[in-house]
């Protein structure tokens, strides 16, 4: 049995670097991190950080 060699499909993967600037006019402080000062991310009922992984519950409104 005599193999075939197939042609071979170079696909090269094509660099595209885009460039945004991003502006940061009138943004909303964040809420920042008490253990390493860093942002935290802002959940729908708590912050987290992504540094030191510190959670911090949101204060939920009282009487519902
Ligand atoms: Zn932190």
């Known amino acids: 049995m005599?193999?075939?060699n197939?042609?071979?499909d170079d696909?090269?993967?094509k660099d595209s670097k885009q460039k945004s600037a991003?502006?940061?006019e009138?943004?909303?402080p964040k809420k920042m991190c008490?253990?390493?000062n860093s942002r935290m991310a802002d959940h729908a009922d708590r912050y987290t950080c992504g540094k030191c992984h510190y959670t911090e519950f949101k204060s939920?409104?009282?009487g519902g």
Request: proline letters at 5%; glycine letters at 4%; a positive charge.
């Open 60 to 62: 939920q409104n009282k």
């Open 11 to 13: 696909k090269k993967a």
């Open 26 to 28: 009138g943004y909303s």
């Open 22 to 24: 991003k502006k940061t």
């Open 6 to 8: 197939d042609k071979k």
């Open 2 to 4: 005599a193999e075939k």
């Open 34 to 36: 008490p253990k390493c």
